[in-house]
């Protein structure tokens, strides 16, 4: 399970960067402060995740997604070329359910993006915020 600390929402995965050319880009995206819905529970069988998120990507969340995105390539930084899809890990290496429970409709402020660093030990990820950045 995701310890309650570890909770998150990536918007962009560089790797081993280094933080400097991604905290100039960050800095220069803007985005409009909104509520990200978790309204429901998915299980990825390609990777034996359990998450929770929207039915579908806010406008808003897409707009900053793509702004970030684009900022961070016009920096030189290489992005997971894999599409945007907003969720929240709960579980690693789960079991496939037989079924999920509706979830309670919560809405997760959306007012700032961090710039995160992870490292990973036996004892699972632990990310140290290097960078906020106001919405």
Same mark, same amino acid.
């Given at each position: 399970?995701?310890?309650?600390?570890?909770?998150? +929402?990536?918007?962009?995965?560089?790797?081993?960067?280094?933080?400097?050319?991604?905290?100039? &880009?960050?800095?220069?995206?803007?985005?409009?402060?909104?509520?990200? %819905?978790?309204?429901?529970?998915?299980?990825?069988?390609?990777?034996?995740?359990?998450?929770?998120?929207?039915? &579908?990507? %806010?406008? /808003? +969340?897409?707009?900053?997604?793509?702004?970030?995105? /684009?900022? +961070?390539?016009?920096? !030189?930084?290489?992005?997971?070329?894999?599409?945007?899809? &907003?969720?929240?890990?709960?579980? *690693?290496? &789960?079991?496939? %359910?037989?079924?999920?429970?509706?979830?309670? *409709?919560?809405?997760?402020?959306?007012?700032?993006?961090? +710039?995160? *660093?992870? !490292?990973?030990?036996?004892?699972?990820?632990?990310?140290? %915020?290097?960078?906020?950045? !106001?919405?």
């Amino acid at each position: 399970m995701v310890r309650t600390e570890n909770i998150h +929402l990536t918007l962009a995965f560089l790797g081993e960067a280094e933080p400097a050319g991604a905290i100039a &880009a960050a800095r220069a995206v803007r985005g409009a402060r909104h509520a990200l %819905p978790i309204e429901e529970a998915r299980y990825w069988k390609e990777n034996a995740i359990l998450w929770a998120g929207p039915n &579908a990507t %806010p406008a /808003q +969340l897409k707009a900053l997604v793509d702004s970030l995105h /684009q900022a +961070l390539r016009r920096a !030189s930084l290489t992005l997971e070329e894999r599409p945007f899809a &907003a969720h929240v890990t709960l579980l *690693r290496k &789960a079991n496939r %359910p037989r079924s999920l429970p509706p979830l309670p *409709r919560v809405e997760w402020p959306v007012d700032e993006f961090l +710039l995160v *660093r992870s !490292s990973a030990s036996s004892e699972g990820s632990t990310y140290e %915020p290097v960078e906020r950045f !106001s919405l």
